[in-house]
């Protein structure tokens, strides 16, 4: 896909405030679980030993785009894939999550960890390229996971409830969290770039744990490190958007960040985060995940009240309001995009 057709393509319209010629709809995780084509692919290889197979990578990320008709790819990879290329002691356990071989918990252990080489990010190149030269007509969107996220991981050694141990550390030795977002700002920020410059014409940065701090830590403790992946990349002249979950209150501090475009949960309307933004800034979201099991009658009228409100946005990428279910049956999937696709955009005043 060239620059040409990238810019003109629904989804970089509606990021950028454009009216698209039909409204662009993409899930978060739609490669994945969910498609027993997928699970087909992947059986027996490891989850971070898929993200490194370009090949493979390309395959599951091209996947939901052959079967649903989305709008975009979303590039197949995980949050902690820069860890793990960096020479980070890390996994993903199945039914756990990542996990650390020791959790990064002092100025010293943050000293220690090791810097991600440019090198080290050819595979995630490689498999851009295959990918891009396969969407055709559609773009793909390259992402990272945000800095607080990585860091949370990093001093919680595992997946948490509460984030306690990365918001102690934020208060209890400021000094050493703040050199720990740093390192995960550049980690985050080379790896996103990378795939931005390999072709992905989008970027979304994924704040999974943002939902955990109240405003005042997020601007002061957070917002910086994330400020610093959207530079990295800024220059570059793709869309980027930002997405939290449990980040209604923090909306407009993660716009400021440096994001395009704002990814919106199922936990407020549209129409509700558009006013927050001051109708100013282009949404993604927000289909509660919930509803996909709910009966075919109530989960059209949610589809259509979501579109209703995010019309009201200078611009709307349809989405969930976080990931597909891994249980969620792919042809429900299939109907929603058909649905989206079939709403006109309203008449001209």
């Known amino acids: 896909m060239n620059a040409r057709e990238a810019s003109e393509s629904s989804l970089i319209r509606e990021l950028t405030g454009r009216r698209g010629s039909r409204r662009p709809v993409w899930f978060m995780r739609q490669a994945g679980r969910s498609l027993p084509e997928y699970r087909a692919a992947r059986e027996g290889t490891g989850m971070l030993e898929s993200c490194l197979m370009p090949e493979l990578a390309a395959e599951i990320t091209l996947q939901p785009v052959r079967r649903h008709d989305v709008d975009a790819g979303i590039f197949f990879s995980d949050i902690v894939v820069p860890l793990k290329l960096a020479g980070v002691d890390v996994d993903i356990k199945p039914g756990v999550g990542p996990v650390l071989g020791a959790p990064i918990r002092t100025a010293a252990d943050i000293d220690a960890l090791p810097e991600l080489e440019d090198g080290a990010l050819e595979p995630i190149r490689e498999a851009v390229r295959l990918t891009v030269e396969q969407l055709g007509e ?3 969107i390259g992402f990272a996971g945000a800095p607080f996220t990585l860091a949370a991981y990093m001093v919680e050694g595992r997946p948490s ?6 918001r102690t550390m934020m208060h209890a030795d400021p000094g050493a969290w703040r050199a720990l977002c740093e390192w995960t700002a550049r980690a985050s920020g080379r790896f996103l770039k990378a795939q931005l410059e390999a072709g992905a014409s989008a970027g979304q940065l994924f704040d999974s744990w943002a939902g955990s701090l109240g405003l005042e830590d997020y601007r002061r403790h957070v917002q910086p490190a ?5 530079s990295a990349v800024s220059g570059l002249g793709k869309p980027l958007i930002h997405f939290g979950t449990g980040t209604s209150e923090l909306l407009g501090a993660m716009k400021e960040a440096g994001a395009d475009a704002v990814g919106v949960d199922y936990r407020l309307s549209l129409s509700e985060a558009n006013r927050r933004l001051g109708g100013a800034v282009p949404l993604q979201g927000n289909i ?3 509803l996909l099991k709910a009966p075919r009658e109530v989960l059209e009228a949610h589809v259509r009240q979501v579109v209703r409100e995010g019309a009201e946005a200078p611009g709307h990428v349809v989405n969930l309001g976080h990931g597909v279910p ?4 792919p042809d429900v999937l299939t109907r929603v995009v058909e649905l989206v696709h079939s709403i006109e955009y309203p008449a001209e005043p």
């Open 326 to 329: 891994a249980d969620t049956d």
């Open 288 to 290: 509660d995940p919930a």
């Open 226 to 230: 994330s400020a610093a992946v959207f």
């Open 138 to 140: 559609k773009p793909l």
């Open 161 to 166: 409830r509460d984030h306690l141990g990365p």
